[in-house]
């Protein structure tokens, strides 16, 4: 036998459990979606976890022109030395509405490098075997949040 009272009980925890259960398949995908980062990333914030393309073109180890958009410093994955690049243009491929500031230049002197540059191993050789100022033009996956910054091609311009 049941006491009188464990009845009345059963049924607000029934309706609970059958309440979570409907939110978990109503709500569950949009936040997996906002745990990993990826549903509230709006295309210019600075924290920004999923990657879009971006173009760089400019000059590599030169004195930077008064003209200049920017001086990043690039890190090469496996790579010692410094480089430099001036920018002399900048944009983010899939969305052309975003800023210089707001595609990559925020990022500019904040640190010690200031775009961690990955990717192919040939990719980052003509970058490395570039003499002082040759004029390239780096296509890449970018990062915001981390400051990744993935070739996907590099070329000499007028080459």
């Not at 609970?16 to 569950?28: D, R």
């Not at 899939?94 to 640190?111: A, F």
Request: charged share 20%.
């Amino acid at each position: 036998m049941r006491p009188h009272g464990a009845q009345n009980l059963q049924h607000p925890v029934m309706l609970a459990v059958l309440a979570l259960l409907l939110s978990c398949f109503a709500f569950g995908p949009h936040f997996e979606a906002w745990a990993q980062g990826v549903g509230h990333d709006r295309p210019s914030a600075r924290t920004r976890r999923a990657p879009f393309k971006v173009k760089l073109s400019g000059f590599l180890n030169t004195d930077p022109a008064p003209e200049a958009i920017a001086v990043l410093n690039l890190g090469l994955t496996g790579y010692q030395g410094q480089y430099q690049l001036e920018v002399a243009a900048i944009e983010a491929v899939n969305s052309p509405q975003l800023t210089p500031r707001q595609i990559l230049l925020h990022r500019e002197g904040k640190r010690h490098i200031d775009l961690d540059v990955t990717g192919p191993r040939e990719l980052l050789s003509k970058i490395a075997q570039s003499q002082p100022g040759t004029p390239l033009a780096l296509t890449a996956w970018y990062t915001q949040r981390d400051g990744e910054f993935r070739l996907e091609s590099v070329d000499i311009i007028g080459f």
